[in-house]
């Protein structure tokens, strides 16, 4: 256990649904991220948010809205997704972002998303 | 641009043999990095790190060796055994942004 839960751990939803996945970390950090893992590329960062205000986001579709309503709960929610959304999605934890000494991430289990 | 690679995509060793994973980074800012494992159905694990003031820094059973001038960072597994099958990732921060950039992974293998 590394003090980060996802939640669901796995979802299946079709184009039209809305969904949120659910991060939660139990470590005190103050900066949360959001990954898309696919298979055989490497970790994509999506979203950064340190201390509940969004610093880095990076080009990710707006079907894709994160919302960090403190610093230990991440949430991503979809809507309208496309089949190629379809991965992993990691939430990670750090002391700080971009701080030099706390910016070691710890991640979650992931969420595995299928959009048919 | 920035990347962050892997020499070897899959690695297969016998148990009880040492393991070397190697990775190779292009952004010359990066002062910190970090090996992570990544089990099946698991997020990456957190397994070691080491920063550039460093050129080596030493775990249980693990190693990691940070040559600067060739920007090349590797891991040594010591007596692999069968739980250390997985996903192997190597990142690096970029020179301190809020960012860490991902290798693709190494898959290693342990052979019984």
């Known amino acids: 256990e590394t003090g980060v839960t996802q939640t669901p751990r796995h979802l299946v939803m079709g184009m039209t649904n809305k969904k949120s996945l659910k991060c939660e970390q139990h470590?005190?950090?103050?900066?949360m991220y959001w990954y898309k893992q696919s298979a055989k590329k490497p970790l994509e960062l999506m979203f950064v948010y340190s201390l509940e205000e969004r610093v880095e986001n990076n080009s990710v579709p707006s079907r894709f809205s994160p919302e960090c309503p403190n610093s230990s709960h991440l949430f991503l929610h979809l809507h309208t997704l496309q089949p190629e959304d379809s991965a992993l999605y990691l939430c990670a934890s750090s002391l700080e972002a971009g701080a030099w000494g706390q910016e070691t991430q710890y991640f979650g289990p992931g969420t595995r998303l299928l959009v048919l | 641009g920035e990347s962050v690679g892997l020499h070897l995509p899959t690695l297969s060793v016998q148990e009880g043999d040492n393991s070397i994973i190697n990775c190779a980074y292009s952004?010359?800012?990066?002062?910190?990095f970090i090996w992570y494992k990544q089990e099946s159905g698991k997020g990456p694990q957190f397994i070691i790190d080491i920063r550039s003031n460093m050129d080596k820094r030493q775990g249980q059973r693990v190693t990691v060796l940070l040559n600067k001038t060739v920007k090349h960072l590797s891991l040594q597994i010591a007596a692999t055994q069968p739980g250390d099958s997985a996903v192997y990732f190597c990142a690096e921060n970029g020179g301190a942004t809020n960012k860490l950039i991902f290798g693709t992974g190494t898959l290693l293998a342990v052979q019984p």
């Open positions: 952004n010359s800012a990066s002062d910190y």
């Open positions: 470590l005190g950090h103050n900066a």
